[in-house]
């Protein structure tokens, strides 16, 4: 079995985990529920305060999807109980960022400024020079992340710091 894929996953306190038919897990917990649909071929069962993930064969497909299956179901649990956060720092001559509401204005060198609105589900917060941007779905957050820092062209003026933070 893969190193991953044979840890159990601890149920924190105040968290539930469902698993309905064709995989489809649901994680409720303090900051909110998430849902997915993982691959049927994995076997996935609730015992006690554990998720136990095994995997039907050793074909390297199903190893593959072992690990995967097992980390996407911690990352729900994970996402549900602290969260995820990750930062974006603006450097350059005149950039700037703003936020106000739900939109954030981005300033970055073009002759007008970049607005956005945040996803469904995520937060932006604007410190100094610092995007910060808060969720509990590990992906919705690295994506929004990535978007903005594609925004503007030179990758040199713009520098992501994509350490992986747990929100506290």
């Known amino acids: 079995m ?3 894929g044979r840890m159990p996953i601890a ?6 985990v469902e698993i309905a038919e064709n995989n489809h897990v649901t994680v409720k917990g303090p900051k909110g529920t998430l849902e997915r649909t993982l691959p049927s071929e ?15 064969n050793d074909l390297k497909k199903m190893k593959s999807l072992h690990g995967l299956t097992r980390t996407l179901i911690n990352n729900m649990v994970v996402g549900v109980t602290d969260g995820y956060t990750k930062t974006l720092e603006v450097n350059g001559v005149g950039y700037r960022a703003q936020k106000s509401g739900k939109k954030l204005t981005l ?4 002759s007008h ?3 956005m609105e945040d996803p469904e589900g995520l937060e932006a917060v604007v410190e100094d020079n610092k995007i910060i941007v808060k969720g509990i ?3 919705k957050v690295g994506t929004s992340l990535q978007r903005r820092s594609e925004t503007r062209e030179d990758r040199n003026r713009i520098r992501a710091r994509v350490s992986s933070m747990l929100m506290k």
Request: zero cysteines; hydrophobic letters at 35%.
């Open 42 to 56: 994995m076997d996935i069962k609730v015992e006690g305060s554990e998720v136990v993930v095994t995997r039907p």
């Open 137 to 139: 779905d590990k992906e």
């Open 2 to 4: 893969s190193r991953i």
């Open 113 to 115: 400024p970049v607005e």
């Open 11 to 16: 149920i924190p306190a105040g968290v539930t």
């Open 107 to 110: 300033h970055l060198g073009y």
